[in-house]
């Protein structure tokens, strides 16, 4: 079952995520030691990403990571590693530790089992916090409806635990590496973050269907061991 959590104002959902973020990281450190957090890209995260990075708790004990990234250089707009180091592990959170999803592949399922033994090494499972975005085609991740049969079920059904798969969704102009579903549901918390009446109208056809290839999100939202919260605003924070 999701908790739909809903805001008029993105200003308003951000600082309850930053909030609600500080207290599950800060309960990780208490309980056991180290806390685990997955972010996503996209436009929302940066002004969550910077007021997050200011919270004063002992970042040295937080390892960050993502969801998935575009197969593209570091220093790409379009990498969300930069946008992470950029906008995250600034301020207080320098001290985080961050693990990437990228190698020196040309390819990104050329990297599928150094990334997944990478995650497997030097992440705590289950993970503490997932945080998503959703796309108006019901992607997450990078788990599309519109990738070719074969990458959305390495995605969605990875055979052999691999954490990580390749994707090339016909509406991406790169290729890109995403979690697989089972990954991301290995975590105590999610939290899927969407703003404006279009992403809403998308949720309500996820929520309320069926086939998980048809909208990816689905496997997220149609499970009952991971709780998953739905943050949604009528618009973007200001920020």
Do not use: C
């Amino acid at each position: 079952m999701t908790n739909e959590r809903t805001f008029k104002s993105g200003d308003d959902m951000l600082a309850s995520m930053v909030a609600q973020t500080v207290e599950r990281l800060e309960f990780a450190i208490a309980e056991r030691g180290r806390a685990t957090i997955s972010v996503a890209g996209g436009r929302f995260p940066k002004p969550f990403f910077q007021a997050l990075s200011k919270a004063k708790l002992d970042w040295s004990k937080v390892t960050i990571t993502l969801g998935d990234d575009r197969w593209v250089g570091l220093d790409d707009d379009q990498s969300n590693e930069k946008l992470v180091k950029d906008n995250l592990l600034i301020n207080e959170a320098a001290a985080a530790t961050f693990v990437s999803l990228k190698t020196a592949d040309e390819n990104p399922e050329d990297a599928i089992s150094t990334v997944t033994n990478r995650l497997k090494n030097d992440l705590s499972w289950p993970m503490d916090i997932v945080y998503l975005g959703m796309g108006d085609d019901g992607h997450t991740a990078s788990l599309f409806p519109s990738s070719t049969p074969d990458d959305l079920k390495r995605g969605l059904y990875p055979e052999n635990g691999e954490l990580v798969a390749a994707a090339r969704p016909t509406v991406s102009p790169v290729p890109r590496i995403s979690m697989t579903l089972p990954a991301l549901l290995n975590a105590r918390y999610i939290g899927i973050h969407i703003t404006g009446s279009s992403k809403w109208s998308t949720y309500e056809t996820a929520k309320n269907g069926s086939v998980i290839e048809d909208m990816p999100v689905r496997g997220l939202l149609q499970q009952n061991d991971v709780p998953v919260d739905l943050w949604w605003s009528a618009e973007n924070p200001k920020g």
